[in-house]
């Protein structure tokens, strides 16, 4: 099958949409999917941050 005869997946929510024309409904959906996309990008932040402690204390030179 080509490309263009598939439908295109509509973005239920883009960041920084318009708001005006969402229903009460749609802007408590696009919250929720907010909150979600937060935690997984703080979830992100932090293991990588505990990868790249791991590397330091690995590479970390003796004291002395």
Do not use: C, N, W
């Not at 979600?36 to 204390?57: G, K």
Request: no cysteine.
């Amino acid at each position: 099958m080509f490309e263009e005869d598939e439908p295109k997946r509509k973005v239920a929510h883009e960041l920084g949409q318009p708001l005006a024309s969402l229903s009460v409904e749609e802007l408590k959906r696009y919250v929720e999917a907010l909150i979600a996309e937060r935690a997984r990008v703080e979830t992100e932040i932090a293991r990588r941050s505990d990868v790249r402690s791991a590397a330091e204390a690995l590479f970390k030179k003796p004291a002395g």
